[in-house]
């Protein structure tokens, strides 16, 4: 778990366990990479055959798919917030390094996370554009003719109402904003939507449209079921009373669109366990580093509403046009993203809390218990500023990425290790202001002020997260192998000038064959202020002589920047003059002390 990340529970905060784990890899037996090319693709992808079923709603058709899993609202707050946490208190189950990591201390191409922004080059351009781009026609157009979007099903749930339409044969589920934050969700839900995917994680088209009333028509008959499951008609007064909530530009209803996901939606993904009806679904939830990294992005955002029930898991069949076939795989989604960037509850007390303390938080409850209230907390005397009113108690100045808490209890977020908050940081770290600009374009705000209060607020907590996690390990990352002698990487730390440009000094150090003898030689220079960092390395074996794969041919280099507490290793066989430098793997441990063979 991140240092300083306060661990919780009930039966924790009672006995007041001491401590957290630094999960960072000081000292032990040194691993050795084999000479082979890194895994860049998770199997997961690979279409499997599902036994088929009956359809129970539609007779003599089959299901060859997953169950679909229903979520209870109910079921799932008692469990993360009470049952789960004592239950592994009890077990003492500090977890460990994340599963679904390759040799270069990255994160495979996958059924749950694409390697975007952290691994290619991404325009600002692409970021505003985020799934959208993926598929046609994702983009409502709202000069259609009137009566063009049928509207075939309420919103079920969720905290903001909503419907779904039918537009050219195509789905989109709208949802306006409420009323005492006019505009916050619909932009926030876009914007967030795309930082996620350009991320590497998997999140819908959701754009801000400005529509006329008139383009809608409504299905007869339908009705809506809530989270406490009961059942209303949405019917033309139904309607009206969404119209007439939500926000407005003129004449024009301002709504989020979002495009109804591909394939076959099957119910939300959980953050522990896995899935026993996915043959590809092996790794369990909470050992994954890209659910577990998330918890970066979530507090970021403050995406506090970060459970399963945001989540959805859709089947994607080969025979696009069968969604219920085999053989297929299932895609893992973030959606309902509008509680970002300062949803508010009707509770103003619980709205300053949200991003600092659980719904039910037994710690606080507890130590509030035994000081009569006493104790400052983070929350306490803040507002609400004029420049953001809509955007709640989203702020800045406190923020501090160790201690952000969902609304519950994540089991992922819990099992984040210094390594996982890293990795996700690296990528963060590719995001430029001129991209998260674009982010923020989508929003489309009609205050100039709100979009300038929010751009600042999430600039400063996204160098807050930059300070914080690549000062510990080493931020070094693009690492390569140029020409015959050189090993070059970027030091992100020092590219977005998370840190002072004085405190970077670089050096290396070069180990070599069976007992990792220090062999001379190897140096480091930094380039210009884009961070490029090189270390010069000198062969020590021959074109000829040892097998490619040899120890004999084996090299670890250790670099540090003077900053870090960490060396980025890179591990490495000589192939000789004529071939080169190989690289085979890189670590980055939580000091600078030389690898023990």
């Not at 909530?245 to 979002?258: C, K």
């Not at 890293?422 to 430029?432: D, G, K, V």
């Not at 100039?448 to 807050?464: G, K, M, N, S, T």
């Not at 074109?543 to 670099?559: F, H, L, M, N, T």
Request: include cysteine; proline fraction near 8%; charged fraction near 25%.
């Amino acid at each position: 778990m991140v240092p300083g990340m306060r661990v919780r529970g009930a039966l924790l905060a009672v006995v007041a366990v001491a401590g957290t784990i630094a999960a960072t890899g000081c000292g032990g037996a040194m691993r050795r990479f084999p000479l082979r090319d890194t895994l860049w693709l998770d199997t997961d992808l690979e279409p499997v055959e599902i036994a088929c079923r009956p359809d129970p709603e539609e007779p003599g058709e089959q299901l060859c798919r997953p169950e679909e899993y229903v979520s209870s609202f109910a079921w799932d707050g008692a469990d993360n917030l009470v049952f789960r946490p004592v239950s592994n208190f009890l077990a003492v189950d500090p977890g460990d390094e994340a599963v679904n990591v390759n040799a270069m201390d990255e994160v495979p191409d996958s059924a749950w996370f694409t390697n975007r922004i952290g691994m290619h080059p991404v325009t600002p351009e692409q970021v505003a554009a985020g799934y959208c781009a993926e598929e046609a026609g994702a983009v409502l157009d709202v000069d259609g003719p009137d009566g063009s979007w049928v509207i075939d099903m309420g919103k079920p749930n969720g905290a903001n109402p909503g419907f779904r339409v039918i537009v050219n044969g195509m789905k989109f589920m709208l949802k306006a904003d409420p009323l005492d934050q006019p505009e916050r969700a619909t932009g926030a839900t876009s914007i967030a939507s795309r930082i996620y995917y350009a991320a590497g994680w998997w999140a819908p088209c959701d754009s801000v449209v400005y529509l006329r009333p008139e383009l809608l028509t409504l299905t007869p008959g339908l009705t809506v079921t809530d989270n406490s499951g009961n059942t209303t008609p949405f019917d033309h007064e139904a309607l009206v009373g969404v119209l007439r909530n939500a926000s407005h530009r003129g004449n024009l209803v301002r709504m989020v669109a979002s495009r109804w996901l591909p394939g076959r939606a099957i119910g939300p993904f959980r953050y522990e366990g896995t899935r026993d009806d996915d043959p590809n679904d092996v790794v369990p939830h909470e050992d994954r580093r890209d659910l577990r990294g998330a918890r970066v992005i979530a507090a970021w955002l403050n995406h506090f509403d970060s459970r399963e029930q945001n989540t959805m898991d859709t089947w994607m069949a080969v025979d696009a046009h069968h969604k219920d076939s085999s053989p297929g795989h299932v895609r893992h989604w973030y959606i309902d993203l509008g509680d970002c960037f300062g949803s508010e509850w009707a509770w103003e007390m619980m709205s300053k809390r949200l991003g600092y303390a659980y719904y039910l938080d037994f710690a606080d409850l507890v130590a509030d218990f035994a000081t009569i209230g006493l104790i400052p907390r983070p929350w306490d005397g803040v507002s609400r500023s004029p420049d953001g009113s809509i955007f709640g108690f989203y702020r800045a100045h406190d923020f501090e990425p160790d201690d952000w808490l969902g609304g519950y209890p994540n089991p992922a977020f819990q099992r984040m290790t210094e390594r996982d908050a890293a990795w996700a940081t690296r990528i963060l770290a590719r995001m430029t202001p001129a991209h998260i600009d674009a982010a923020l374009s989508v929003a489309d705000y009609t205050a100039p002020e709100h979009r300038a209060f929010l751009r600042r607020i999430v600039l400063d907590r996204h160098r807050r997260i930059l300070r914080r996690y690549l000062s510990r390990l080493s931020p070094i990352a693009d690492v390569r192998v140029e020409g015959s002698t050189e090993l070059c990487g970027v030091d992100l730390a020092r590219r977005t000038r998370a840190l002072p440009e004085a405190r970077f000094a670089y050096a290396a150090s070069m180990y070599t064959g069976h007992d990792l003898a220090p062999r001379p030689g190897a140096r480091a220079g930094a380039g210009s202020s884009d961070g490029r960092v090189c270390v010069t390395l000198t062969h020590f074996a021959a074109d000829g002589g040892p097998e490619p794969g040899s120890v004999e041919r084996y090299a670890i280099v250790d670099v540090t920047n003077g900053h870090a507490e960490g060396a980025l290793r890179a591990h490495l066989y000589d192939l000789g003059p004529t071939r080169g430098f190989r690289l085979v793997g890189l670590e980055r441990p939580g000091d600078a002390d030389p690898p023990s063979p």
